[in-house]
């Protein structure tokens, strides 16, 4: 089975817990076996390999989504990168060439298209494998897959088939409706449309020749910022008459508020957090090293990061994207490749950071030009460079990084480290990277 998962979206409605770089689906809130907890990409990730070992698996994403990919789920995982957002068929067609030229996948493989973000069981995933055989066999070009609703919704948009059977030929599709037009839809048989339909990748490489003017990876790579913006659904779903849709029952949730969040999350305390007994329907999380104490609260949510403190009534916090627009949007905290980093203080001519990196992995390496810089190794060992200075360091040591010195440091185990940031001037893209020299590590022996 090939999949394309869809990572989009920016951070808005899960703010405090999400920015810009980390979206909804990173925040880990599921419970795993072992008593950890895993987000949803991850929760994705493992149940598609536990249904399908062999799937071949590619993400289409933003830049700024990599680092978290890799920090999750590894880089086993094919992602193909979007340089700029352009909406969801250029995207699919980006994938699809990624798919044929990169990942060398045949022309006659279907290829099922799915978000990354919904919340289902096992059943969807067997489902996938039913859609991608029905796509390899069947006279259709498209194939969707729709939900059966469980309550008529203003959120998604509807697939009205013309038969009740498991696969139905699709007689229209309706944008998301009000209230009443969608329990009028619901009256028709109709089912919400989940962004999930598979085809055989020749035919999306013939509809980015038709509608973009290439199919060729490079060639849409290197000129996506001057295609159109186009919604999958408007340029060829609603379009192509040899299209079919498959009926699901099973659970399917979008996560998309801290509403429907919370209602999914197996504790209701997440982190530091303490309720007393007159609370009700109340949810904490939590990723401060301080605790929170909720009393007398009903149908709340409270969450807390280094972006900032949600305190809010459940039903309001579907509410909060205009007001966190208005907020300065610095991101505090960042799942990378290599680890993570923790924002802990902004000062006018400083800024303090915790960063930890993953057992053998180390930052680019890099300079800066309007900044110096102090770290202090808090735990775990490993080897810092900078300007061609080599040793070893553990918890204590002190290094100094002047402004323009080429700098980087490697973890051995899991290596934690505060960074003091100097100057008058300290922006994310003061940042030069360089090839690292060869063999650096070896002067550590």
């Known amino acids: ?47 598609l390999r536990e249904v399908d070992p062999e799937a071949v698996i590619t993400i289409a994403t933003s830049k700024s989504q990599v680092s978290s990919i890799h920090n999750q789920i590894g ?30 996948v045949g022309e006659d493989e279907p290829v099922i298209v799915c978000p990354i973000d919904p919340y289902v069981e096992a059943d969807y995933f067997r489902t996938l494998s039913v859609l991608s055989a029905h796509v390899a066999e069947a006279d259709v070009n498209l194939s969707l897959m729709g939900i059966e609703p469980t309550y008529p919704s203003e959120k998604y948009g509807y697939v009205i088939p013309t038969t009740k059977e498991e696969f139905s030929p699709v007689a229209a599709f309706k944008e998301k409706p009000d209230m009443e037009t969608a329990r009028s839809y619901i009256e028709q048989g109709a089912l919400w449309n989940a962004g999930v339909f598979g085809f055989k990748l020749r035919y999306m490489l013939n509809k980015a020749e038709e509608i973009l003017g290439t199919s060729d990876y490079k060639t849409l790579f290197d000129t996506y910022d001057t295609l159109t913006r186009i919604s999958f659904d408007y340029a060829v779903g ?27 999350m197996d504790d209701t305390v997440i982190g530091q957090g303490i309720m007393n007994d007159s609370c009700e329907n109340v949810s904490i999380l939590n990723e401060l090293d301080m605790p929170i104490l909720a009393m007398g609260l009903k149908d709340m949510v409270i969450a807390a990061s280094p972006e900032g403190i949600l305190v809010s009534d459940l039903h309001q916090s579907s509410y909060i994207k205009p007001y966190v627009d208005s907020l300065d949007g610095e991101v505090r905290f960042a799942e990378k490749s290599w680890g993570e980093f923790r924002v802990i203080d902004i000062e006018e001519d400083s800024q303090t950071i915790r960063v930890t ?52 440091i490697h973890a051995f185990d899991t290596l ?22 060869e063999n650096w590590l070896n002067e550590t022996e």
Not at 375 to 398: K, M, N
């Open 357 to 408: 990196l993953n057992p053998g992995h180390e930052m680019n390496y890099h300079s800066h030009e309007h900044r110096d810089e102090v770290w202090t190794i808090l735990s775990g060992s490993g080897a810092s460079i900078v300007d061609g200075e080599v040793r070893r360091v553990g918890p204590g040591d002190v290094i100094r990084i002047p402004v323009g010195a080429r700098h980087m």
């Open 75 to 104: 880089t086993q995982v094919g992602i193909s990168v979007e340089p700029c957002r352009r909406d969801t068929f250029p995207a699919i067609a980006l994938a699809a060439s990624y798919l044929y030229h990169v990942q060398g």
């Open 1 to 47: 089975m090939n999949i394309v998962l869809l990572s989009g979206g920016s951070g808005k409605r899960l703010w405090p817990l999400s920015n810009d770089i980390r979206s909804k689906q990173f925040i880990k809130i599921f419970r795993t076996s072992d008593g950890n907890y895993e987000s949803m990409v991850q929760r994705m990730y493992r149940m």
């Open 238 to 264: 609603e379009k192509e008459p040899l299209i079919d849709v498959l009926r699901f029952s099973g659970e399917w949730k979008d996560l998309g508020t801290w509403n429907t969040l919370t209602e999914a």
């Open 416 to 437: 934690r480290v505060m960074e003091v940031q100097l100057g008058a001037d300290i922006r994310v893209a003061d940042k030069i990277k360089y090839d690292k020299p």
